[in-house]
């Protein structure tokens, strides 16, 4: 099936609510599949990988499959306007969406965070095997270098410390936004 009509879409949902069969509910599962493919072609997700595509689709399908019953037809009737089970499928759709994309966006920044503490304790820990072999070779500065070690190690905690009160800051006001984006009245 590559095009629905909107009463074709209207009939599948009532027939499906009346019998509760598996063979009306996959008919239905088709129109859900067809809104959420058709929604992923729209410029606002064309250019994000088929993985989270696959993803974002999957989110769809289920928030669709989840809050079916959830469309009613008295908003239609009460205005006297004809019923449109697009536009509310297509918000799910578009919800399901947005949530995937917030989700990964998190797990984005806080791998990059992650790897910026990575790179920082390999660098460190080549920094400190340099000073050791060092100190080996010559042992009369032994006792030196082990104290600008020991200096060298609570400065660097100290900076990772602060970069880490930097980063957990950053995040925090990444939070605050999203949630004040997403709740006004909050």
């Not at 989270?52 to 009460?78: G, P």
Request: aromatic share 14%.
């Amino acid at each position: 099936m590559q095009y629905l009509t909107n009463d074709e879409f209207i009939k599948r949902i009532y027939q499906y609510r009346e019998t509760r069969t598996r063979r009306d509910y996959n008919k239905l599962a088709e129109c859900f599949m067809l809104v959420a493919k058709n929604l992923l072609n729209k410029p606002n997700f064309i250019n994000y990988s088929n993985d989270r595509k696959a993803d974002m689709m999957s989110e769809a399908l289920f928030f669709m499959s989840k809050y079916h019953e959830n469309y009613t037809a008295d908003y239609a009737k009460k205005h006297n306007i004809k019923e449109n089970p697009f536009a509310f499928f297509t918000m799910v759709a578009w919800n399901g969406f947005v949530q995937i994309i917030k989700k990964y966006k998190y797990f984005d920044t806080t791998n990059i965070s992650l790897n910026f503490f990575d790179s920082l304790e390999t660098s460190t820990t080549n920094q400190l095997s340099e000073l050791n072999n060092y100190c080996i070779e010559n042992q009369d500065d032994c006792e030196k270098i082990k104290l600008q070690e020991e200096t060298y190690k609570l400065e660097l905690e100290l900076e990772v410390e602060e970069d880490v009160r930097h980063e957990v800051t950053k995040l925090e006001k990444y939070f605050e936004r999203d949630v004040n984006e997403t709740c006004p009245s909050h």
